[in-house]
C-alpha cells in the first residue's frame, strides 16, 4: 500500500496539523487535521494524544473511505467519524481540520454564526460562517462524532461547502475544510483571524452592519470562480 501520493499525503497531513500549533490554533494534543485519496481510497489522520513535537509522518493513521483503520499501531484522532462524515458528503474536498480556535469556539459557544462584517472575510467565505443547531440528547449519547458531521451536513442542505468552507459546531468549535489539507488548515487560521475581527467589530459596535452584497460578491468573486484574477496563476494566496 505505501504508494508515493500516500506518502506525500502523510507529509502534507503532517504539515498542516503543525500549522495549527505554529498559528497558535491549538494547545496541547487538541486539534487534528486529515488528507483523503479518494482514488486509492485512504483516509490519512492525526493519531489521538500523540504530542505535536514528537510526531512524524509514520504516527499518522492510515483508513479506508468508511473510517476502518488499515494501518497503524495508534488510534486515530477520535473525531475520524466526523472527519469521515463530511468527506462522505462534500465530494470535492481533499483536507478536514477541527480546532478548538478561541474567538472561532467563542461564537460557536455563543450559537452565533460570524457575519461577515468586511473585506478578508469576503476574500474567503461566501457569506456568514454558519453554526449548526444544537445537537438533540439522543444524538450526543449514540454515535457522537458521526452525528457531529450530520449535523455539520444538515447545517449545508441549503449552502455550497465550496463557498462556504467552514462551520461552527454549536457550544463546540469550528471545521473548516479545503482542496487539499494545507488549505484545511489556511481557512482554519483564516477562519480564527476573521471571528477576532468580527468579536472586535460587535464590541466597538453592536449595531455594524455586515458588508453589502456588492463588496462581498466583488471580493469573494475575484478570488474564486470562473473570473478570478487575485494572486498568481495557480495559487490565489
Ligand atoms: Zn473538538
Redesign the pocket.
Given at each position: 500500500m505505501p504508494t508515493k501520493a500516500l506518502q506525500r499525503l502523510r507529509e502534507e497531513v503532517l504539515e498542516a496539523n503543525l500549522e495549527l500549533v505554529r498559528r497558535g490554533l491549538v494547545l496541547y494534543t487538541f486539534g487534528n487535521a486529515s488528507g483523503i485519496l479518494r482514488d486509492e481510497g485512504l483516509i490519512v489522520i492525526k493519531p489521538s494524544g500523540v504530542p505535536y513535537e514528537t510526531m512524524k509522518p509514520e504516527h499518522l493513521v492510515i483508513t479506508d473511505l468508511e473510517g476502518k483503520v488499515l494501518e497503524s499501531t495508534l488510534r486515530p484522532s477520535s473525531?475520524l467519524s466526523t472527519h469521515v462524515a463530511l468527506y462522505q458528503a462534500f465530494p470535492t474536498i481533499g483536507g478536514v481540520v477541527?480546532t478548538?480556535s478561541e474567538y472561532a469556539t467563542a461564537w460557536a459557544q455563543a450559537g452565533r454564526e460570524i457575519p461577515c462584517f468586511g473585506t478578508t472575510h469576503a476574500d474567503y467565505f461566501h457569506g456568514a460562517v454558519p453554526v449548526t443547531e444544537p445537537m438533540p440528547g439522543e444524538e450526543i449519547e449514540g454515535d457522537y462524532e458521526k452525528n457531529t458531521g450530520a449535523a455539520i451536513i444538515r447545517r449545508f442542505r441549503s449552502l455550497n461547502p465550496n463557498a462556504v468552507p467552514a462551520v461552527l459546531v454549536a457550544n463546540?468549535?469550528p471545521f473548516t475544510w479545503g482542496r487539499d489539507p494545507s488549505t484545511a488548515a489556511h481557512n482554519a487560521v483564516v477562519l480564527e483571524s476573521i471571528a477576532r475581527m468580527a468579536f472586535f467589530t460587535v464590541t466597538i459596535n453592536n449595531e455594524a452592519n455586515a458588508i453589502g452584497k456588492t463588496l462581498h460578491d466583488r471580493h469573494y468573486l475575484r478570488k474564486h470562480g470562473s473570473k478570478a484574477y487575485y494572486g498568481q496563476e495557480k495559487d490565489a494566496k
Open positions: 473525531d477541527h478548538h463546540h468549535g
